[in-house]
């Protein structure tokens, strides 16, 4: 059966996982209304994606 010869020290087991890290969102300003939005998806403030309506703006509660 395969055994460690030699405890992995905490740093170097946290340079091996240095990669895991969550990356943050990228936002872009909305051309149709100027809001903040995710690249890439509908614009939550005014349901616009590449310059056409797919829904409607949404409703505050």
Same mark, same amino acid.
């Given at each position: 059966?395969?055994? $460690?010869?030699?405890?992995?020290? &905490?740093?170097?087991?946290?340079?091996?996982? +240095?990669?895991?890290?969550?990356? @943050?969102?990228?936002?872009?300003?909305? $051309?149709?209304?100027?809001?903040? &939005?995710?690249?890439?998806?509908?614009?939550? +403030?005014?349901?616009?994606?590449? @310059?056409?309506?797919?829904?409607?703006?949404?409703?505050?509660?």
């Amino acid at each position: 059966m395969a055994v $460690p010869k030699k405890k992995t020290s &905490k740093s170097r087991r946290n340079m091996r996982r +240095s990669h895991l890290a969550l990356k @943050g969102i990228n936002l872009v300003e909305c $051309p149709n209304c100027g809001e903040m &939005k995710q690249t890439h998806h509908i614009c939550a +403030s005014c349901g616009y994606y590449d @310059g056409r309506e797919v829904t409607g703006p949404a409703q505050s509660a």
